[in-house]
């Protein structure tokens, strides 16, 4: 055994250990986020059972099942839950039930309390509406000014019909159609479906309100798959509501991307340029070894500290001057002089100009000597031959640093929230009309969307499955900015190396 310690089995274990403990993390937290994140979409079915309140009442209780919890006696007693005496654990159910506007959408109720027998009607409901959460009823009717136009089983059909004649001619002309849409809305308040609750209350819901209906229990395995894939599709396309805990997230996405790309058209020539001056025109000494050793610690400054920089400096300094030299006539509303799109690029190039400026002179490092040397002998300038020689052949070690640029600014929130970040953006970036990037504009982003819906939502309990949505959808971004990345940095190695052989 002490021989073999003293070989290079024991470090060989060590390494391969560490390395599947650390994928078998990775994947596992992918995994997680992926389950918790897309099970949102799936169409749960709808629950029905009887609860008991304490004082002997009955209550009729319809809707999802989201979570379970089994607490001891002591923790349930600092809930404020009634233990009886001997009972060692308590079990209790997270049931949706939705119907903001009527009452509470997430309630606990004890199994204790519950009926045993729980049924899954086909007949119940579900509705996705504009405002007010979901609502889980049962159809009973369908009026038109106050005219009964549908009961009993022509309720369902009648409704389903409806509601694709609203959206389809919409949805086909939205851009030029606009104010037909809210005509349109006006017009369907003219339409309402009576619907009861679990405890046998009727309510009216104008059908303008509703954006999808659905009866789960109904639903076949074919059926449930094509909801799922349509509600995913519409999650990344379409557009938040209902404080962004309902609806889909493209404003963010869109956002995203637009301040990568551009974040990299700020950093990646700033960057080349100072790498090529401290590498090849800066004359080695103490003072260009206190600036590598201030690129370096740049690099480690907390990125709130850019975002405090980016406020006063870009936002306040600089564009309140474009604004008094370029826009006097819209002062003191401010064009350029609050926080922007413009302003959260350059302060994530800021943030990243380090990690570009180390790997270029890295790999100018690497550049071997005899090919500046050979460059020379041929009568090459030395700027010709940092363009047409050095810098092609270091043209990867700069894809790299690219790489980390954008791995590092795709998934910053704190510097962003300062500097035009925003919970909504009401218009995107880049759009059809002059002068189609708007520099200018405040842009949504992936992780500031995570952490409004995580943290700020007012209702914690809908808006955590989209926490895990949003942030597998941040994870696979930045996955496809980085692999486009790769793929053009190996792209330029094998090319270089081909013609340098």
Do not use: C
């Not at 839950?81 to 209790?92: L, Y």
């Not at 851009?175 to 679990?198: N, P, T």
């Not at 960057?271 to 401290?278: D, E, P, S």
């Not at 759009?431 to 504009?441: C, K, T």
Request: hydrophobic fraction near 50%; avoid cysteine.
């Amino acid at each position: 055994m002490r021989n073999w310690f003293k070989t290079d089995a024991p470090w060989l274990w060590m390494n391969a250990g560490a390395l599947s403990l650390s994928i078998i993390m990775v994947v596992g937290l992918l995994g997680l986020i992926a389950v918790r994140g897309f099970a949102h979409f799936w169409p749960a079915e709808i629950v029905t059972t009887t609860w008991t309140s304490p004082s002997g009442d009955r209550q009729a209780v319809l809707g999802e099942v989201t979570d379970k919890e089994v607490l001891t006696a002591a923790a349930a007693r600092e809930a404020g839950i009634t233990v009886a005496e001997g009972e060692r654990f308590v079990s209790r159910y997270l049931f949706k039930q939705g119907n903001r506007d009527f009452g509470r959408d997430f309630t606990w109720y004890l199994e204790s309390q519950l009926d045993s027998e729980w049924e899954k009607p086909r007949e119940a409901i579900m509705l996705e509406r504009r405002e007010w959460g979901n609502f889980y009823g049962f159809a009973l009717e369908i009026k038109e000014d106050g005219e009964t136009v549908a009961s009993g089983e022509q309720v369902w059909p009648e409704l389903l019909s409806r509601l694709s004649a609203q959206y389809t001619p919409l949805e086909e002309a939205y851009d030029i159609q606009r104010q037909r849409l809210d005509d349109l809305r006006k017009e369907m308040d003219r339409h309402v479906l009576v619907a009861s609750l679990a405890d046998g209350r009727q309510v009216q819901l104008p059908l303008s309100m509703i954006v999808r209906a659905t009866r789960p229990n109904a639903m076949s395995l074919a059926e449930k798959a094509s909801y799922y894939t349509t509600r995913i599709i519409e999650f990344v396309t379409d557009y938040p509501r209902e404080a962004n805990t309902e609806g889909g997230i493209f404003p963010a996405i869109f956002g995203t991307v637009t301040m990568v790309l551009l974040m990299t058209v700020f950093v990646t020539p700033f960057g080349v340029l100072a790498a090529l001056y401290l590498r090849e025109y800066a004359k080695q000494g103490p003072i260009l070894k206190i600036i590598r050793i201030s690129v370096y610690n740049l690099a480690g400054v907390p990125s709130i500290v850019f975002g405090v920089f980016g406020v006063g400096f870009f936002v306040y300094f600089l564009g309140g001057n474009i604004d008094q030299i370029f826009f006097p006539e819209a002062l003191p509303a401010p064009t350029f002089g609050t926080p922007a799109l413009l302003w959260v690029s350059l302060t994530l190039a800021l943030l990243t100009l380090p990690v570009v400026i180390v790997a270029t002179e890295e790999g100018l490092a690497r550049i071997p000597r005899s090919l500046r040397e050979g460059s020379y002998a041929l009568g090459a300038t030395k700027a010709e031959t940092l363009w047409k020689v050095v810098v092609p052949l270091a043209t990867p070690a700069m894809m790299t640093g690219m790489i980390l640029a954008v791995a590092r600014a795709a998934g910053e929130v704190a510097p962003l929230m300062l500097v035009g970040v925003v919970k909504l953006a009401p218009s995107l970036p880049i759009d059809g009309y002059a002068p189609f990037v708007h520099l200018e504009r405040k842009i949504m982003h992936l992780g500031f969307h995570i952490y409004d819906v995580g943290f700020q939502s007012p209702n914690v309990e809908a808006a955590r499955p989209l926490v895990y949505a949003t942030a597998l959808m941040l994870v696979i971004l930045i996955l496809v900015l980085n692999l486009s990345a790769i793929a053009i940095r190996n792209h330029l190695r094998e090319k270089y190396k081909s013609e340098a052989d």
